[in-house]
């Protein structure tokens, strides 16, 4: 099984800063390898898929990197609707796993 | 695209249970599907996928043996049969699409909240 171990588990971020989050990978998964925000209440939401491509009506703030098997997402500038918690999820080898999430918080 | 579960309810353990999930605003038959869980307070799970044809299935190893996932395309519905319940099975379900390029999952529905207590 592909484990998936994301740092740091909260992060605490004022509006308008920039949060960097990281995913790794415990084996290769190329770049099959999706982000997603998950607000309470609320069905999850694919950001980026293919470790930097966005989805459909994600805002540019959103960014997605990949250096071999550790990955990151950025949100450049933090606005009050993402606060949120984050995944990453690999898709690249049964059983697809997701890591154990990131929670991004008000400073 | 809409998904909508169903079937989610307070059983007891070794118990069974079915979920489903009612598609609409896309062709069915062209997505693979997912079942995708949350435990109170924990992240999110992958449980089981099926193929577009609905030939291949897949299920993580915490649920194999127990869990079946199936499909009726004629009907846009995907289901998920439960048996032999366990408390660790308590979790919102969540049915997905699975994205036609590369798998990740691109649509998802509001969830339906399956408790496994005596």
């Known amino acids: 099984e592909t484990v998936m171990t994301q740092s740091p588990a909260t992060l605490s971020v004022s509006p308008g800063e920039r949060a960097t989050l990281s995913c790794g990978a415990s084996?290769?998964?190329?770049?099959?390898l999706a982000w997603y925000q998950k607000k309470p209440g609320q069905a999850p939401r694919l950001l980026i898929y293919?470790?930097?491509t966005r989805a459909t009506g994600v805002p540019v703030r959103f960014s997605g990197s990949r250096s071999g098997t550790e990955f990151t997402l950025t949100i450049s500038s933090l606005q009050s609707e993402d606060f949120a918690v984050y995944y990453c999820?690999?898709?690249?080898?049964?059983?697809?796993?997701f890591g154990q999430g990131t929670k991004v918080e008000i400073k | 695209v809409q998904l909508l579960e169903s079937g989610g309810a307070l059983v007891q353990p070794g118990g069974s249970l079915r979920l489903s999930c009612a598609a609409s605003?896309?062709?069915?038959?062209?997505?693979?599907m997912s079942w995708v869980r949350q435990a109170p307070g924990k992240g999110l799970e992958w449980v089981s996928t099926?193929?577009?044809?609905?030939?291949?299935?897949y299920h993580a190893d915490s649920v194999k043996g127990r869990f079946t996932i199936s499909r009726d395309n004629s009907q846009n519905s995907l289901s998920l049969q439960m048996k032999s319940l366990r408390a660790e099975d308590t979790a919102l379900y969540y049915c997905?699409?699975?994205?036609?390029?590369?798998?990740?999952?691109?649509?998802w529905g509001l969830g339906t909240l399956v408790t496994v207590s005596s």
């Open positions: 997905a699409r699975v994205a036609l390029i590369l798998g990740q999952f691109d649509n």
């Open positions: 605003g896309f062709t069915f038959s062209d997505y693979a």
């Open positions: 099926i193929s577009a044809s609905g030939g291949n299935t």
């Open positions: 084996q290769s998964v190329v770049s099959n």
């Open positions: 293919g470790a930097s």
């Open positions: 999820q690999q898709y690249n080898r049964w059983p697809w796993t």
